[in-house]
Nanobody, 120 residues
């Protein structure tokens, strides 16, 4: 299993970024996927998840309405669109593979992360 995140960077408050995760080494369309983040000096925070088919999604309250998770099962990619970014969204963002197709399946593989910095 390999998960490679990309798309992070420096953005001003109110700006947008699109994160991507390229997956390989497993049947991508059979498993839920999750985004988790870790802010500097803080613990891991679950951000969003999507079921295997893409029809079911969920978000932590603090990003609901601003972030959108999506997947392309034909391309084995997972995306996270980040809009209306706030300084408190600054974190390393990780994509993770679920252990089943259920949107809240426990995560069993993780990528190395991509850094998002929101600052003026």
């Amino acid at each position: 299993v390999q998960l490679v995140e990309s798309g992070g960077g420096l953005v001003q408050p109110g700006g947008s970024l699109r994160l991507s995760c390229a997956a390989s080494g497993f049947t991508f369309s059979s498993f839920a996927m999750t985004w988790v983040r870790q802010a500097p000096g803080k613990g891991l925070e679950w951000v969003s998840a999507i079921g295997a088919s893409g029809s079911i999604t969920d978000y932590v309250n603090s990003v609901s309405g601003r972030f959108t998770i999506s997947r392309d099962n034909a391309k084995n990619t997972l995306d996270l669109q980040l809009n209306s970014l706030k300084p408190e969204d600054t974190a390393v963002y990780y994509c993770a593979k679920g252990g089943s197709n259920w949107v809240h399946a426990a995560m069993d593989y993780w990528g190395k992360g991509t850094l998002v910095t929101v600052s003026s």
